[in-house]
């Protein structure tokens, strides 16, 4: 049986060198598929599957909010949250020049470019989390501890 060739990315390379435990899970990745795909495939529940979407505040400075994958994120409530006047989701090309991954497999780990990473505050509820581990088609699951403990994200209630 031939063994399943897991690709490297910063993300995971970022993930050994804080010695994070974490297992990776890999799917056939669908365009515009998004977490609800990723579920499907993997079985598992989408509210598990978080989100790593890059957002920018008036100033253009981006930011990152990782959510749950069956909620949205208020930008109201966010831009209020950390005092930006607004606060709006970057253009695909400008997500992956602050992240240098593609839109679809953007991870929180190993970014280009540091960023202020926001986490919804439930997400600490759930015994495990899935999140994007850096190539479109994997998801590395790991305690919600993990992810507090290697990016310090700033916690938010900003989900609808």
Request: aromatic content about 4%; glycine content about 8%.
């Amino acid at each position: 049986m031939a063994k399943e060739k897991i690709p490297s990315s910063p993300a995971i390379l970022a993930l050994k060198a804080q010695s994070a435990v974490f297992t990776l899970h890999s799917y056939q990745y669908e365009e515009k598929g998004g977490t609800k795909v990723s579920a499907l495939k993997l079985g598992v529940d989408e509210h598990c599957v978080i989100k790593t979407i890059i957002m920018e505040d008036e100033s253009a400075h981006p930011l990152v909010i990782l959510m749950h994958g069956d909620k949205g994120v208020s930008t109201k409530s966010l831009a209020r949250s950390i005092g930006a006047k607004s606060i709006v989701p970057c253009r695909p090309e400008i997500a992956e020049k602050h992240t240098g991954y593609k839109v679809g497999g953007t991870s929180p780990f190993g970014t280009r470019k540091t960023l202020p990473i926001y986490m919804e505050k439930t997400i600490l509820d759930l015994p495990a989390i899935l999140l994007n581990a850096g190539s479109r088609g994997l998801l590395a699951q790991m305690a919600p501890a993990e992810v507090v403990r290697i990016l310090h994200p700033v916690m938010v209630k900003v989900s609808i």
